[in-house]
T-cell receptor, first 116, second 114 residues
Framework: AQTVTQSQPEMSVQEAETVTLSCTYDTSENNYYLFWYKQPPSRQMILVIR??????QNATENRFSVNFQKAAKSFSLKISDSQLGDTAMYFC?????????????FGTGTKLQVIP | EPEVTQTPSHQVTQMGQEVILRCVPISNHLYFYWYRQILGQKVEFLVS????????KSEIFDDQFSVERPDGSNFTLKIRSTKLEDSAMYFC????????????FGEGSRLTVL
């Protein structure tokens, strides 16, 4: 079974600074997807960034980037130039793609507070 | 931009009562899901639904739970006889199933069982 672990329940960062959220996972699969989802207060979860396990290059989306270490089964999220709108719960997630359905396993989340 | 919508946003019910949570997935999506999040805990998979049948369910999804797509647009989760431990935020999600892996979530329905 796949498990996803986020060891930081809460973090804070000063506006404009950089913060890194940690995530580790456990799987015996070789092909899978990893995600970071963001859940602002009272809002729906939205996808921040996605990484395919077969790609060695780390994914980047504007101020968001990941450090994907496949051998170490680590998938951290770096947020650069933090903005107040980045305040949210961040969930690391894992998916083993199989035709027909896509079950996603989530971590427990990291609550990020951006301080003005 | 298309989005997943859920109703109600919050429902309070007595233990033992039936509850139906409703979702309207994104119109051209083929895969539908229910997840739940007990306060302070991780988001947990409940069930996935494709081609008008359940494709996978977790051990949480016991006989008290059922899902239905009654009219081609709504996707419902029914809890037949609610228990205190069913209190949680329930998220509906949908995906196109193209293999890209992105789920689109609704804002959630908070269920409180008294």
């Amino acid at each position: 079974a796949q498990t996803v672990t986020q060891s930081q329940p809460e973090m804070s960062v000063q506006e404009a600074e950089t913060v890194t959220l940690s995530c580790t996972y456990d799987t015996s699969e070789n092909n899978y997807y990893l995600f970071w989802y963001k859940q602002p207060p009272s809002r729906q979860m939205i996808l921040v960034i996605r990484q395919e396990a077969y790609k060695q290059q780390n994914a980047t989306e504007n101020r968001f980037s990941v450090n994907f270490q496949k051998a170490a089964k680590s998938f951290s999220l770096k947020i650069s130039d933090s903005q107040l709108g980045d305040t949210a719960m961040y969930f690391c997630a894992f998916m083993n793609p199989s035709w027909g359905y896509q079950k996603v396993t989530f971590g427990t989340g990291t609550k990020l507070q951006v301080i003005p | 931009e298309p989005e997943v919508t859920q109703t109600p946003s919050h429902q309070v019910t007595q233990m033992g009562q039936e509850v139906i949570l409703r979702c309207v997935p994104i119109s051209n999506h083929l895969y539908f899901y229910w997840y739940r999040q007990i306060l302070g805990q991780k988001v947990e998979f409940l069930v996935s639904f494709y081609n008008n049948e359940i494709s996978e369910k977790s051990e949480i999804f016991d006989d008290q739970f059922s899902v239905e797509r009654p009219d081609g647009s709504n996707f419902t989760l029914k809890i037949r006889s609610t228990k205190l431990e069913d209190s949680a935020m329930y998220f509906c999600a949908s995906s196109s199933g193209s293999g890209a892996g992105e789920l689109f979530f609704g804002e959630g329905s908070r269920l409180t069982v008294l």
